[in-house]
């Protein structure tokens, strides 16, 4: 591993001036490079030859704002000496003054390189934190160039391939810290004692860390509108009232974690310190729970002013191979796409009179979507208890004991697919009740076409689709309801079953278009903060008649689920086509827009041309229907991603 060379800071040249000393020089290199390449001898840093030295190269960059103290700004590439994209290879620049920083690197002379700035913090043991990075589709270029001491021009942080308005950095990936999310995200968290005392509608809460350590810190989001980015604590607190969404963002380094403690702060609207809290890290069992806190007096500490339930959830690095700078998708959607078409679980849901030929959520049924010009599918995940991700919509299923005769449906039995192993669900008898009676269909292994056989794999899906088909990959969690109880149990562990998905997607599913999803809002915040290769959207079921609420206020409605968006920088929303049917419509999906959000509407509502025609015109970035075979638009001749100039620009996900 060869180690980059950092030399004393040149004088920085103005871009006139470098682009006096270096353009000379552009063409002999770009003809010495090509002229390697097309012989098959790419010319790397452990190779020179004489006509290809290294030559010192100065990087000069320009923040908007100043970092914070302990933050320091670096850069990485697609050359040895930029670290290859690595984080714990990257190149740091030296500090200037507040805005300014500059380093000088060794590097070939005629090759054209690609690098990213970022901005980090390093924690006790050494590792990196990302903070924020550069997102561009395409990474900056460093062209070429024959000159002893090059100087590349003034690059503008967040600014890049000419455009010169607006900055493209988002947050970091996790890699050897964790996230701690405390949410105020429901109804009845408080029970107090004396609301003369303590009037959990008016207070001002804060997170304060009993001890400091690097790399630890604690951010929040208050949901509103246009405002719900992360950002520090006032020095007395958030505002919080009963229906505000309020969220604490804690970054701390994994090695710190079952030794940090935090104290919940309680303020009056005078600033007065009312009463305190205490928790731990070592107080979460688990990736997500329920936390019990005594608020106490700050007064009497013999007094408790009221009794807490905070929800958790803890989100832990991905935990197999580790990512790279190179490349992004996770905000990549371009304005210039058209409105897209997305087939519901293929072509249509089965287990209902007058279902498509194809049951829902196979092979086969992606496959006829796709032959029909759908340009995507949504497909629903599941984990068994193996640990293997499988393609199927509810979280459990009716069976029945081999040979029994089933007549009435209370004969069936109703088990979930999270405790049953791949192998026996394959074996499993399947039944549905349609308009009170019982309908069997073929078991997994009782089908002979492999195609259409029920519960596939999801690596076998991600093999077996054609790349131009489109994934929209739905991670089913089950939801609290608002009146109490739960959709379904679950016992897998949270981390372990996005970190599974993941895993078979980043091997499997690159090199075309695939987007995540989920009910769950946590769940989108651990896939937006364990990978930086696939966007994310927020799916919810908004305002609707059609089932009970969730617990979670940010699955009530449309711009609940927009700030939530904001606030964890996921690609957009799906939300439910109820929500788009009254005047306001055009105006709701501009709200998205202007924050730069996608929404892919789906439901019921959707089934019909017309109504397909309509979420266009309104401005839908997609719709999700049933029936690509009934409802496609007549004019359309192919799905949008059968182009070959398309697909390349999605080939770079692939990094084996």
């Known amino acids: 591993m060869s180690v980059p060379m950092l030399l004393t800071p040149l004088e920085p040249q103005t871009p006139d001036e470098h682009m006096q000393n270096c353009a000379s020089y552009a063409d002999a290199a770009a003809a010495i490079a090509a002229s390697n390449y097309a012989t098959g001898n790419e010319l790397i840093e452990a190779a020179p030859s004489t006509s290809c030295k290294p030559t010192l190269r100065q990087f000069n960059v320009r923040l908007q704002a100043p970092l914070a103290p302990e933050e320091q700004l670096a850069l990485t590439g697609d050359a040895k000496a930029l670290g290859e994209w690595q984080l714990s290879r990257c190149v740091p620049l030296d500090r200037l003054d507040d805005l300014t920083w500059q380093t000088n690197v060794r590097l070939q002379s005629c090759r054209q390189l690609e690098y990213r700035y970022f901005v980090y913090v390093e924690n006790a043991a050494g590792y990196k934190q990302i903070r924020r990075w550069e997102t561009h589709f395409k990474p900056r270029v460093l062209h070429a160039s024959m000159e002893e001491q090059c100087h590349s021009p003034l690059d503008v942080f967040g ?84 229906g505000d969404i309020v969220i604490f963002h804690i970054t701390l380094p994994l090695d710190r974690m079952m030794h940090q403690s935090f104290r919940l702060e309680c303020y009056g609207l005078q600033h007065e310190l009312l009463g305190t809290a205490s928790l731990s890290a070592a107080q979460l069992t688990g990736s997500e729970g329920l ?54 679980r293929g072509n249509g849901k089965s287990y209902i009179a007058e279902a498509p030929l194809e049951r829902e959520n196979t092979i086969a049924s992606f496959l006829s979507a796709h032959a029909h010009h759908a340009d995507m599918v949504e497909l629903d995940v599941h984990l068994t208890a193996d640990g293997i991700p499988v393609i199927y919509h509810d979280f459990g299923l009716r069976t029945a004991p081999p040979g029994k005769v089933i007549e009435k449906p209370d004969q069936l039995e109703y088990v979930l697919i999270k405790d049953i192993n791949y192998e026996l669900l394959k074996r499993l008898r399947i039944f549905s009740v349609i308009n009170g009676k019982v309908q069997e269909y073929p078991a ?150 202007d924050l730069g959000q996608i929404a892919v509407i789906w439901g019921d509502d959707c089934n019909s ?42 080939e770079a996900q692939c990094r084996m």
């Open 291 to 344: 936390l019990q806190l005594h608020i106490k007096s700050a007064q009497r500490a013999d007094e408790t002013l009221a009794r807490l339930r905070l929800p958790y959830v803890l989100v832990q690095p991905y935990q197999y191979s580790p990512l790279d700078f190179k490349n992004t998708y996770a905000h990549y959607w371009p304005r210039s796409w058209p409105n897209l078409d997305v087939g519901h």
């Open 159 to 242: 600014l890049a391939n000419g455009d010169e308005s607006t900055p493209q950095v988002h947050r970091g990936w996790l890699n050897h810290e964790a996230i701690v999310q405390l949410k105020f995200n429901g109804e009845k968290m408080f029970q107090v004692h004396d609301i003369e005392t303590f009037d959990p509608q008016h207070v001002q809460l804060k997170i304060v860390p009993v001890e400091e350590s690097p790399g630890l810190v604690v951010e929040y989001t208050k949901h509103l509108y246009g405002q719900s980015h992360l950002q520090l604590q006032p020095a007395h607190g958030v505002s919080y009232t009963k």
């Open 444 to 593: 997994h292994n009782a089908e002979p076409r492999v195609e259409h056989r029920i519960f596939p794999r999801l690596v076998e899906v991600l093999q077996q689709l054609p790349k131009s088909l489109g994934i929209d990959v739905e991670i089913k969690w089950p939801q609290r309801r608002q009146g109490g109880g739960s959709e379904a149990e679950q016992t897998i562990d949270k981390n372990f079953f996005a970190d599974r998905v993941l895993h078979e997607v980043i091997q499997y599913g690159c090199g075309r278009p695939l987007i995540f999803s989920s009910f769950d809002a946590d769940m989108c915040t651990m896939l937006r903060f364990k990978q930086n290769l696939f966007p994310v959207m927020f799916l919810t079921q908004g305002e609707t008649k059609k089932w009970q609420p969730f617990s979670d206020l940010r699955t009530r409605n449309f711009m609940a689920a927009v700030n939530n968006a904001q606030a964890f920088e996921l690609a957009g929303t799906a939300p439910h086509a109820e929500d788009f049917l009254g005047e306001n419509a055009v105006h709701m999906l501009q709200q998205a827009r």
């Open 609 to 650: 041309k017309e109504r397909v025609k309509y979420f266009t015109e309104i401005g839908a970035t997609a719709t999700c229907y049933d029936r690509s075979d009934l409802y496609m638009p007549e004019k359309k001749q192919r799905s949008f991603f059968n182009s070959s100039s398309l697909l390349a620009e999605f």
